[in-house]
């Protein structure tokens, strides 16, 4: 029997396996911790082909058609283009100066206070710098004949609104 040397593999089929070890990579360990350069990749590839020169530039060249943005720490990222990786960081600076955090409505409870639409925004606006109430809600959403208010502590709130109500 003859050996049959098996050539090198296309461009096409070198991205479709660094896509895979990707991949697999991401779902072992959360996250691409050891790929930064197509030569990270060349000692798969030599397991499976011979090794040449035509190899590791084939590699290259499949590395460079894929156009992978790098993370932080130069780690190819596989299932976000660079816009998109330009894209987060713009969003993550925003919420870093904006000071954002996640906060669940899972515990709140709702309240309609229905109004003439003319007043909705400039009642929010009394609310947002009001003493009285300021703390007894979420956040509000202005709607088309009132609002809806968030909030933990539905009770005070009704308490307080239903004495500004009455109050002449």
Same mark, same amino acid.
């Given at each position: 029997?003859?050996d049959?040397?098996?050539k090198?593999?296309?461009?096409?089929?070198c991205e479709?396996?660094i896509?895979r070890i990707?991949?697999?990579?991401?779902?072992e360990n959360?996250?691409n911790c050891?790929f930064? =350069?197509?030569?990270d990749f060349?000692?798969? $590839?030599e397991s499976?082909y011979?090794? +040449? #020169? @035509? &190899?590791t530039k084939?590699v290259?060249?499949?590395?460079?058609?894929?156009n992978m943005?790098?993370d932080?720490?130069?780690?190819f990222i596989?299932?976000?283009?660079?816009?998109q990786?330009?894209q987060?960081?713009q969003l993550?600076?925003?919420?870093?100066?904006s000071?954002a955090?996640?906060?669940?409505l899972?515990?709140?409870e709702?309240?309609?206070?229905? =109004?003439d639409?003319?007043?909705?925004?400039? $009642?929010i606006y009394?609310?947002?710098? +009001? #003493? @009285? &109430?300021?703390d007894?809600f979420?956040?509000l959403?202005k709607t088309?004949?009132?609002?809806?208010?968030?909030?933990?502590e539905k009770?005070r709130l009704?308490q307080?609104l239903?004495?500004?109500?009455?109050?002449?």
């Amino acid at each position: 029997m003859s050996d049959t040397i098996r050539k090198s593999p296309s461009r096409k089929e070198c991205e479709k396996a660094i896509r895979r070890i990707l991949i697999t990579e991401i779902l072992e360990n959360g996250k691409n911790c050891h790929f930064r =350069m197509a030569t990270d990749f060349i000692d798969y $590839f030599e397991s499976l082909y011979p090794s +040449s #020169d @035509s &190899l590791t530039k084939q590699v290259q060249r499949a590395v460079k058609a894929m156009n992978m943005p790098k993370d932080e720490d130069g780690f190819f990222i596989i299932d976000r283009t660079p816009d998109q990786v330009a894209q987060d960081k713009q969003l993550h600076l925003l919420l870093e100066e904006s000071h954002a955090k996640l906060d669940s409505l899972d515990g709140c409870e709702t309240l309609f206070l229905s =109004m003439d639409e003319n007043y909705t925004s400039f $009642f929010i606006y009394q609310m947002t710098h +009001s #003493d @009285s &109430l300021k703390d007894k809600f979420v956040t509000l959403q202005k709607t088309c004949n009132g609002i809806i208010i968030y909030t933990r502590e539905k009770k005070r709130l009704e308490q307080v609104l239903q004495r500004l109500l009455l109050t002449p």
